[in-house]
């Protein structure tokens, strides 16, 4: 056997090693990132982090490399940022922990598939560095977080847009672009850390492309920054006093029977602690469908309220009819002006509808009313209090371009949640940034009614101005009041973003330079 022959094994080992320290890498800054997201919001970490994912990619010539490193990130990203899965799952919803573990785990695997996708398309076009890592890469990102946000009915979680509201200057191109728009100022931003990178371990002389793509850096977070200060809204109608109420019931005990007429005596009793003329319970406060709270409730309940010439926003199970079992997740308002609803109509899967071919999964689970039926998707505001409010349910406001259909007509924004399903874990705040978020994106406050937390009213510029303590019986009351007009994203939603994200996608590939000429 030859030298070399002898050497074969080895070099095996040390690429292997090599792979495996690279996957290892890869997984670490897909974790490391989840600290820019709430409760953290250390903003500068996911740029950094995809910086040096992205750099990774350039090292990577072979698309299944790349698919892999893109997979490790996003497996170390999401394992971490929605390891609270695993809790609604075992901790609430019955199904045994390491079948528990087993699904969180698939999730996030199946999550982690779109940054996989990303580091496999961009692998397989030859684009010079400096076009790849600052428009090809960037543009595949964000078509790959509108895609998970879509697919499927959607997953728009940990979009790297979110991890920047609301302190980061690049917060300013959420009434602009929406949050899209600002998770792509991101991966530029990255991209181009990433080409200075590796413009300088390769020793390669400064070019005018590198020059002008770090003068465009520079002026993209000047221009957010700007952009933060700058106003597309305006007040529209008088000062309102708004009261959230936060119940903290128990998860375990929600629906049962023996706990109804203690969790409606609390309920009661907060609502007359409240002195809001608008007044807002969490979803599914009540845990009677609507047609079963009697009616001499609704009086006591709205008594305070009414005295103030005002109304009541209430979640509550709604049968459309009681014989036939139809029935919505609903938000219905009781009070001085007529009675309205509105229905809940982007449910979850698994906890509020079955999708086909899976009710084998739900023996494994305990959660109640798992089928409900689809609202509207085209609500009006329910007219209350002297405003018009849009109302979203759960997790309806990670989804910015159904927020808009209320708007502008819309004067407030109003979101009622139970995240008790979540515990003491990331989602409960990843849930209020997403609030922020929407605010921010339609320049009006968000008044967020949640049974455990957080429960907050957000301005029009995504800043918290009061919070309940999380777990804890509270009413939270505020001063706001009804703004009008319409931001770009009001009027474009999330296709400029989208479209900026094509177009540069589209640029890279047309604007490769002859052979011959500098690669960056």
């Known amino acids: 056997m030859t030298a070399a022959h002898r050497s074969l094994p080895r070099l095996r080992s040390a690429s292997r090693a090599r792979i495996l320290g690279t996957l290892a890498g890869a997984l670490v800054l897909g974790a490391t990132a989840v600290a820019g997201y709430a ?53 609430f919803g019955g199904m045994p922990a390491p079948l528990a573990a087993l699904a969180t785990l698939l999730f996030c695997a199946v999550l982690a598939l779109f940054p996989a996708l990303v580091g496999w398309l961009q692998a397989k076009v030859s684009v010079p560095l400096l076009l790849r890592m600052t428009l090809l890469i960037p543009g595949l990102w ?57 413009a300088a371990t390769r020793r390669l002389r400064p070019s005018l492309g590198l020059a002008l793509g ?38 375990e005990l929600k ?36 047609h079963q709270v009697p009616q001499a409730y609704w009086n006591e309940l709205t008594a305070s309220v009414v005295s103030r010439g005002g109304d009541l926003l209430v979640g509550v199970p709604e049968m459309s009819d009681p014989e036939g079992g139809v029935y919505y997740n609903s938000v219905v308002s009781r009070g001085s002006s007529p009675v309205q609803a509105y229905r809940k109509s982007h449910l979850v899967p698994f906890g509020e509808f079955i999708p ?6 739900m023996k494994a689970l305990h959660i109640p009313l798992t089928d409900f039926a689809r609202g509207d998707p085209w609500q009006q505001p329910l007219t209350v209090a002297g405003q018009r409010v849009a109302v979203n349910i759960c997790y309806e406001d990670a989804f910015g371009e159904e927020i808009i259909r209320q708007l502008p007509e819309a004067t407030l924004l109003a979101n009622v949640s139970n995240d008790a399903w979540f515990g003491d ?21 968000m008044l967020r009614a949640t049974n455990t937390g957080v429960t907050a009213v957000i301005d029009p510029r ?59």
């Not at 979110?162 to 929406?178: E, F, K, N, T």
């Not at 989602?427 to 406050?445: D, I, K, N, V």
């Open 39 to 91: 409760p953290f919001h250390a903003f500068f970490l996911p740029p950094l982090a995809l910086a040096l994912l992205f750099a990774l990619w350039g090292v990577l010539p072979r698309p299944g490399a790349a698919a892999a490193a893109g997979f490790a990130f996003g497996l170390g990203l999401f394992g971490v940022g929605v390891s609270w899965v695993w809790v609604s799952l075992h901790v």
């Open 425 to 445: 874990s990331f989602a409960l705040w990843q849930h209020l940034q997403m609030s922020q978020t929407r605010a921010l994106e339609t320049g009006r406050y």
């Open 214 to 251: 770090v003068a465009a850096g520079g002026l993209l977070w000047l221009a957010g920054g700007t952009l933060k200060g700058l106003t597309f809204t305006w007040p529209v109608t008088e000062p309102v006093k708004v009261s959230l109420i936060q119940g903290n019931v128990p998860q």
């Open 356 to 361: 086909p071919g899976f009710g084998w999964a």
């Open 255 to 290: 629906w049962r029977e023996d706990r109804v007429e203690a969790t409606l005596r609390q309920y009661l009793a907060l609502t007359r602690k409240a002195s809001g003329t608008l007044v807002i319970l969490p979803e599914t406060a009540l845990p009677l469908f609507y």
């Open 142 to 198: 964000v078509t790959a977080e509108w895609l998970r946000g879509w697919l499927f009915t959607g997953f728009p979680w940990l979009a790297v847009g979110y991890s920047q509201i609301p302190a980061s200057p690049l917060a300013g191109y959420a009434p602009a672009v929406g949050i899209y728009g600002v998770g792509l100022a991101v991966a530029f931003s990255a991209g181009l850390a990433a080409a200075l990178l590796l």
């Open 462 to 520: 995504g800043q918290v101005l009061a919070q309940a303590p999380v777990h804890e019986e509270a009413v939270v009351e505020a001063e706001v009041r009804g703004y009008g007009g319409e931001t770009p994203y009001v009027r474009w939603g999330n296709a400029p973003a989208l479209l900026l994200a094509l177009a540069a996608c589209a640029a890279a590939l047309l604007a490769r330079p002859r052979s011959g000429q500098a690669p960056v």
